[in-house]
């Protein structure tokens, strides 16, 4: 699924139009991005956890050449799904 496939299904779920249901989902990815910006941790409980991890840096192989690279640390985003997702998808 899409963006566009994801509004068109937030509209028939909610009964928002479709400019509506885009403008919830822009200000939903905007807010969870700013809260893990921030450092915090964004919990929807039965969904999941959003939250900002640290990759420790490390030493990779190029695999053309086969020569050593140090690859930085870096912070990732990370999602874990809650408890009614994990079985829902079951």
């Not at 969904?47 to 900002?52: E, L």
């Not at 192989?61 to 809650?82: C, D, E, L, M, Q």
């Amino acid at each position: 699924m899409n963006k566009g496939e994801l509004i068109n299904a937030i509209a028939e779920e909610s009964g928002l139009n479709k400019a509506d249901s885009k403008k919830a989902l822009d200000a939903f990815i905007s807010s969870v991005t700013k809260a893990l910006k921030e450092g915090n941790k964004v919990a929807l409980v039965g969904f999941g956890t959003f939250a900002v991890s640290e990759r420790a840096a490390r030493t990779g192989i190029n695999p053309s050449t086969k020569a050593p690279i140090r690859i930085p640390a870096k912070k990732v985003a990370r999602f874990k799904a809650g408890a009614e997702l994990s079985d829902a998808i079951k």
